[in-house]
């Protein structure tokens, strides 16, 4: 059964930091590109990140960079998104797409 499980969201203030988890059961996740995407409440699905097979080539959008990292460890079949300096505009519920699979999602509120 192929299971993609994040955890990590939670309330947050401007400028603070979370770390999202994606962990992966089911397929060989080490021979897939992992993504994380969002969205916002009244906004289309956005791609925030995606990392490849080995983890070498990695790509953000630009309302991220700079301020995201994305990582995975193959041994654990998880995929991480660290987000760093976090702003009101990144609030969404962010969800980790592994090809053709997708998770239930983890809900990030950025607010003070």
């Known amino acids: 059964q192929v299971q993609l499980v994040e955890s990590g969201g939670g309330l947050v203030q401007p400028g603070g930091s979370l770390t999202l988890s994606c962990a992966v059961s089911?397929?060989?996740?080490?021979?897939?590109?992992a993504y994380w995407y969002r969205q916002a409440p009244g906004r289309e699905r956005e791609q925030v990140a995606f990392?490849?097979?080995?983890?070498?080539?990695?790509k953000y959008s630009d309302s991220v960079k700079g301020r995201f990292t994305i990582s995975r460890d193959d041994a654990k079949s998880t995929v991480y998104l660290q987000m760093n300096n976090l702003k009101p505009e990144d609030t969404a519920v962010y969800l980790c797409y592994v090809p053709i699979h997708w998770g239930q999602g983890t809900q990030v509120t950025v607010s003070a």
């Open positions: 089911g397929f060989p996740f080490s021979s897939y590109t």
């Open positions: 990392v490849n097979p080995g983890g070498v080539y990695k």
